[in-house]
């Protein structure tokens, strides 16, 4: 089918964010179940992950997997949306010899160029993003908050239970666990972009060819990079779901970020890594499938503009 020549150019010239949120959209809704399991085994003791999906399913249903996705759904794939957006932009800003130049066929300035687009990524939309993941982790925690709070379990929709943390709170409280949701994005993004670029660099089959069929390599590398970025990250994820939990749960004298890290500390790795299997399984699905589809996304656009270039016809039409 062929769209107005217009539409056709307004769609090749934001191909990266149009790419990204549809490719945001897919790995979303695939992988928010395990990001549900991965909060709940964060904050309350389970015997492993199959103990944890079996109680999830008799106390809540199926549907209790899926707690608190439509919001998520909506925000992650705009603030993904965004985030390649930018990520993109700064790439393109500081590889501008006006400016500052980076050579992008190094793997010194792939990296370098990796890690720009992603902190400023991950700085800048922190702000915007806390309030989101907060509500979204209150919905995927509503049953145990309340058991800890000693009141009757009533669930809420995604929106409702937003409101109340804003009634019982104020602004202050979608913002629990602030400092720690910016270390995290910013560390988090950076070291994921600077992976992502680097390995795709190296991967690449004009450098250094292990025999991988090009087309697997974005799913390679987005799930690479989603596990190594978590892997880094993850003791902060799980302190701040704690710090979340607890602000939420109306708990009274509740531990600072640094006594919650200090006192999982005593009890081991193991206690700093806990959920991270779910996690790490995660990541390898759903951002092995968003970098696998927007690339497939982003060169089908490409190609089909290329194509219609060559069509005189298409332009006067």
């Known amino acids: 089918m062929q769209l107005p020549y217009e539409l056709e150019e307004w769609i090749y010239k934001h191909r990266t964010p149009i790419s990204a949120g549809s490719a945001s959209f897919i790995a979303t809704t695939l992988g928010f179940p395990l990001d549900s399991v991965k909060s709940r085994l964060q904050v309350s003791k389970y015997a492993g992950v199959v103990d944890c999906i079996q109680k999830t399913y008799r106390h809540e249903g199926f549907q209790g997997f899926f707690r608190g996705l439509t919001v998520p759904l909506l925000t992650i794939t705009l603030v993904r949306t965004v985030s390649f957006t930018i990520y993109s932009e700064t790439k393109k800003y500081f590889q501008d010899p006006s400016t500052i130049w980076l050579n992008p066929d190094t793997l010194q300035g792939k990296a370098t160029l990796g890690f720009l687009g992603g902190a400023t990524s991950g700085l800048l939309l922190s702000t915007g993003t806390c309030a989101f993941e907060l509500v979204k982790v209150r919905s995927q925690l509503e049953y145990l908050i309340s058991k800890k709070r000693g009141v009757p379990y009533e669930p809420q929709g995604t929106l409702s239970g937003g409101m109340l943390v804003y009634r019982e709170n104020g602004l202050r409280g979608l913002y629990f666990g602030y400092s720690l949701h910016t270390l995290r994005d910013t560390l988090g993004t950076s070291l994921y972009f600077t992976s992502y670029d680097s390995l795709r660099y190296l991967l690449d089959e004009d450098r250094f060819n292990p025999g991988i069929p090009k087309t697997l390599l974005p799913f390679i590398c987005g799930s690479t990079c989603g596990i190594a970025s978590w892997f880094i990250v993850y003791p902060i994820d799980l302190v701040k779901t704690r710090v979340q939990r607890d602000a939420l749960s109306g708990v009274q004298d509740r531990p600072s970020a640094l006594q919650i890290f200090r006192r999982l500390r005593r009890g081991g790795i193991a206690r700093l890594y806990k ?22 996304f982003r060169t089908s656009i490409e190609k089909r503009h290329a194509r219609l270039a060559k069509e005189p016809e298409v332009k006067s039409s």
């Open 275 to 296: 959920g991270l299997g779910v996690s790490a399984s995660r990541s390898a699905l759903i951002h092995g499938s968003l970098w696998f589809m927007l690339e497939s």
